[in-house]
């Protein structure tokens, strides 16, 4: 059975950091490109960051770059969102996704496994 857990979200305020986790069982880690997408209220999911599989390759949406950080420990199964300087309109609920791939897509529709979600909240 597979499972992608987050972690991290939580409430802060516009400027702060916080830093996501998402730990994964049930797949062998070390073969996927992970990814974090986001879904606002009333809009649809959207694309965030993706680490390949070997982590040499990143990808970030446009309104993060500069800002958030993807890395990843194949040993660990474990992927991370370090965010920073956090703005009111990142407030979303976080995913991280799996995707079976050598190279990382920014559609959700190509990932395979979904965690629950995480939510962040950036107050101003």
């Known amino acids: 059975q597979v499972q992608l857990v987050e972690s991290g979200g939580g409430l802060v305020q516009a400027g702060g950091s916080l830093r996501l986790s998402c730990t994964a069982s049930?797949?062998?880690?070390?073969?996927?490109?992970m990814g974090w997408f986001c879904q606002a209220p009333g809009k649809e999911r959207e694309f965030v960051a993706a680490?390949?599989?070997?982590?040499?390759?990143?990808y970030y949406a446009d309104s993060v770059k500069g800002r958030f950080t993807i890395s990843r420990d194949n040993a660990k199964n474990t992927v991370t969102l370090q965010m920073n300087s956090l703005k009111p309109e990142d407030t979303a609920l976080y995913y991280c996704a799996a995707d079976h791939a050598l190279y990382g897509s920014k559609e959700a529709a190509d990932y395979d496994y979904w965690g629950q979600g995480t939510q962040v909240t950036v107050s101003s």
């Open positions: 049930g797949i062998t880690f070390s073969l996927y490109t």
């Open positions: 680490i390949k599989w070997n982590g040499g390759m990143t």
